[in-house]
Nanobody, 116 residues
Framework: QVQLVESGGGLVQTGGSLRLSCAAS????????TGWYRQAPGKQRELVAT???????NYADSVKGRFTISRDNAKNTAYLQMNSLIPEDTAVYYC??????????WGQGTQVTVSS
C-alpha cells in the first residue's frame, strides 16, 4: 500500500509563490504516476498537473507557464512549484498516486490561500 502526505500550503499574496510537497511511503515501486488536484469551495475537484514515472508531465491550461510539477525519486517526493499565484488558485490541493494495481491513492490535502 502507498501512503501520501502533502505539505507546503499556506497563505500568500497575489503574485507570490509556494512549493507543495507530496511524500510517498510504502510500495513506492508500484507508483506509475503522481498528480496534483485541487478543490475550491463549492467546486468539483480538478486536475492541476501530473507526472509519470518516466517524467512526462501534463498541466491544466489554467496553470501552464505558472506551475511546475517534478519528482525526486531518491526522496520519494513529488513537488508542485506554484508561481505568479492568483486568488483563483485558492483551494485545497491534493496529491494522488496511480499504482500498477490500478488504485488511486489520495493524500489528506493542504490548503492554499491567495489573497488579493
Amino acid at each position: 500500500q502507498v501512503q501520501l502526505v502533502e505539505s507546503g500550503g499556506g497563505l500568500v499574496q497575489t503574485g507570490g509563490s509556494l512549493r507543495l510537497s507530496c511524500a510517498a511511503s510504502g510500495s513506492i515501486s508500484s507508483i506509475l504516476s503522481t498528480g496534483w488536484y485541487r478543490q475550491a469551495p463549492g467546486k468539483q475537484r480538478e486536475l492541476v498537473a501530473t507526472i509519470t514515472s518516466s517524467g512526462t508531465t501534463n498541466y491544466a491550461d489554467s496553470v501552464k507557464g505558472r506551475f511546475t510539477i517534478s519528482r525526486d525519486n531518491a526522496k520519494n517526493t513529488a513537488y508542485l512549484q506554484m508561481n505568479s499565484l492568483i486568488p483563483e488558485d485558492t483551494a485545497v490541493y491534493y496529491c494522488n498516486a496511480y499504482t500498477i494495481l490500478h488504485r488511486l491513492i489520495w493524500g489528506q490535502g493542504t490548503q492554499v490561500t491567495v489573497s488579493s
